[in-house]
T-cell receptor, first 113, second 113 residues
Framework: GAGVSQSPRYKVAKRGQDVALRCDPI?????LFWYQQALGQGPEFLTY????????KSGLPSDRFFAERPEGSVSTLKIQRTQQEDSAVYLCASSLAGGNTIYFGEGSWLTVV | GENVEQHPSTLSVQEGDSAVIKCTYSDSASNYFPWYKQELGKRPQLIIDIRSNVGEKKDQRIAVTLNKTAKHFSLHITETQPEDSAVYFCAASKDQAGTALIFGKGTTLSVSS
């Protein structure tokens, strides 16, 4: 596709509900990142994939957060038993192999009520 | 790990004035420094970046300077226009594929006509 595509754009979840956020990176981009952006803050790194391999998950805030990219293209970020502090914009970004200019998607806005 | 500090958090200028946003970083191994512009509800978009082999880079009304010794870098916008109003984020990382960007907390720039 022309850019990084994320869905859903907006999600309201009840506390305790599980959610799944999808990212479709730019075609051919090997690297894929997930970031969390709280209101009024900068994006904070969650996890990184190179193809299907999750090489860095040091930013995941708890074991309720899980990400996968089974075929090296589309990625899913799953949050189990959502809590109010999970409310944020979840940004996906991708980049070419060998480069570190990353391109962001529009984000998935999660509100936990 | 890397830590990026950004200031000011808000900046108001008159149309036509210049705006300067400053960032400092902590990891001397970082050598890639991009700047992103984020309009309300939109994705962060790369506006300019600099690598440590140069001290300054310019693109029309936007310039970035880097002082590796002092570990700080700055964004300069000249002849500001109302459409420059947005949140600007600096970031830092090592210049290699797959390295996560660490972001500052952002500067909200308001340009009034």
């Amino acid at each position: 596709g022309a850019g990084v595509s994320q869905s859903p754009r907006y999600k309201v979840a009840k506390r305790g509900q599980d959610v799944a956020l999808r990212c479709d990176p730019i075609s051919g981009h090997v690297s894929l990142f997930w970031y969390q952006q709280a209101l009024g803050q900068g994006p904070e790194f969650l996890t990184y994939f190179q193809n299907e391999a999750q090489l860095d998950k040091s930013g995941l805030p708890s074991d309720r957060f899980f990400a996968e990219r089974p075929e090296g293209s589309v990625s899913t970020l799953k949050i189990q038993r959502t809590q109010q502090e999970d409310s944020a914009v979840y940004l996906c970004a991708s980049s070419l192999a060998g480069g570190n200019t990353i391109y962001f998607g529009e984000g998935s806005w999660l509100t936990v009520v | 790990g890397e830590n990026v500090e950004q200031h000011p958090s808000t900046l108001s200028v008159q149309e036509g004035d210049s705006a300067v946003i400053k960032c400092t970083y902590s990891d001397s191994a970082s050598n890639y420094f991009p700047w992103y512009k984020q309009e309300l509800g939109k994705r962060p978009q790369l506006i300019i970046d600099i690598r440590s082999n140069v001290g300054e880079k310019k693109d029309q009304r936007i310039a970035v300077t880097l002082n590796k010794t002092a570990k700080h870098f700055s964004l300069h916008i000249t002849e500001t226009q109302p459409e420059d109003s947005a949140v600007y984020f600096c970031a830092a990382s090592k210049d290699q594929a797959g390295t996560a960007l660490i972001f500052g907390k952002g500067t909200t720039l308001s340009v009034s006509s």
